[in-house]
């Protein structure tokens, strides 16, 4: 059996020519709406919306074969969309969608108040004469003979 070479060689669950975030139904490039990456249980990954229609009635239930390798997957109760999530393609998805996260940025102070630059001489002020509580007695367990026992 021949192998692809070169750039065009595959990993699993991809087909030649296809980057890894593209489904190899459609070709479609996997999104966070429509096109969201699921796994069936034999490990392989199709967009949701091919999936949907890969989703078949057999011996009443239903059913997704696998179109590489044939496997079926129970279709969920909720359907095609409670499949798990292809979670390192989804992943790669939403860090090419959001800004990077790693820098930490300053705080902002509201508008028109000014920032407060250094931290006051003093962390607790003095709070004066603390009340007096009285101590407890005990109610229960006096001495013996006395009339609390």
């Known amino acids: 059996m021949l192998q692809p070479e070169g750039p065009q060689a595959s990993e699993e669950g991809t087909a030649a020519g296809t980057r890894r975030g593209d ?3 459609c070709y479609s490039a996997y999104d966070l709406t429509g096109h969201l990456p699921r796994r ?22 239903r059913w997704i074969p696998c179109p590489q390798c044939r496997q079926s997957t129970p279709t969920p109760r909720g359907g095609v969309a409670m499949l798990d999530l292809d979670l390192a393609a989804f992943l790669a998805i939403r860090a090419e969608r959001e800004p990077c996260r790693m820098e930490p940025r300053p705080p902002v102070p509201p508008k028109g108040s000014t920032a407060i630059t250094q931290q006051p001489a003093v962390l607790c002020p003095t709070l004066g004469r603390q009340p007096h509580f009285p101590q407890p007695r005990c109610c229960c367990w006096g001495p013996p003979g006395s009339p609390e026992a």
Request: glycine letters at 4%; aromatic letters at 8%; charged letters at 15%.
């Open 40 to 61: 069936l249980y034999c490990g392989h990954t199709f967009c949701q919306a091919c999936v949907r229609r890969l989703d078949m009635p057999a011996h009443e239930q």
């Open 23 to 25: 489904c190899i139904i």
